[in-house]
C-alpha cells in the first residue's frame, strides 16, 4: 500500500509540474485555460499545487487544449528510438469501486499521440468516458470476460480474443455485466487536432 501512495504521490507531482509548464509555456492564464478546458479554476490551482488527483476526463481536456498527450503529462511518453518503461513506473490513473482499475502502460509525447493501457473491471462495474477529439480511435482486445462497450446509446459486446476497433470521438462507457472479471487492452490513437 505504501508503494501505491508513493507512486500516486508521484504521478501527481509529475502532472502538477507538467501542467504548470505547459500552461505558462502556452501564455495561457489560469483563467483563460479553465476557460478553454472547461476544468474549472480551482481544480487547476489545486492540480498545480499537488494537491489534487485529476481523473482521467480532466487529463484528456487539459492535454487536449494544451496539444499534448496524456502519456506527456504523467511522464511516460517515449523520446529515445527506444524506451523501457518498467511495471513500476506505470501509473495507475483510475481506480473503481469494486477494484477495477485503468493502468497507462506507455504513449508518446505530443498532439498526434498514441497511448496503450490496461484495464480491469471487476463485475457489474463501468468506466463513463465523455468524447475524445474528433477522429479518436482506439483498438480494444479483450483478454478475460465480455465488455460491453456503448457509444452514443448503442451496445457492443466484446468477448474474449476479440478485438474492435472504435471511433471514441463520441461519449462511451466500458463495462462488465458479467459475472466473471474483465481484463482488455486498449489502444488510443488520438489525431492533431
Not at 31 to 56: T, W
Amino acid at each position: 500500500m505504501t508503494d501505491l501512495v508513493s507512486q500516486s504521490s508521484s504521478i501527481s507531482g509529475a502532472i502538477a509540474l507538467k501542467l504548470k509548464h505547459y500552461r505558462k509555456t502556452q501564455k495561457y492564464s489560469l483563467d483563460e485555460f479553465s476557460r478553454m478546458s472547461g476544468v474549472s479554476k480551482g481544480m487547476l490551482v489545486e492540480i498545480e499545487a499537488c494537491r489534487a488527483n485529476p481523473s482521467i476526463a480532466i487529463l484528456c481536456k487539459v492535454a487536449n487544449i494544451l496539444k499534448i498527450s496524456v502519456a506527456d503529462l504523467v511522464d511516460v511518453a517515449d523520446t529515445p528510438k527506444v524506451y523501457q518503461i518498467t511495471a513500476d513506473t506505470m501509473p495507475l490513473l483510475w481506480e473503481g469501486e469494486q477494484g477495477g482499475s485503468a493502468r497507462l502502460l506507455a504513449g508518446t509525447p505530443g498532439p498526434d499521440m498514441l497511448e496503450l493501457w490496461q484495464w480491469q473491471l471487476s463485475p457489474n462495474e463501468y468506466y463513463n468516458s465523455p468524447a475524445h477529439s474528433a477522429g479518436t480511435k482506439e483498438l480494444i482486445y479483450v483478454q478475460q470476460g465480455t465488455l460491453t462497450l456503448t457509444i452514443d446509446e448503442q451496445e457492443y459486446l466484446i468477448k474474449r480474443g476479440n478485438a474492435v476497433v472504435a471511433n471514441t470521438d463520441h461519449t462511451h462507457r466500458y463495462a462488465n455485466q458479467h459475472g466473471e472479471a474483465l481484463i482488455f487492452t486498449m489502444a488510443v490513437h488520438e489525431p492533431n487536432s
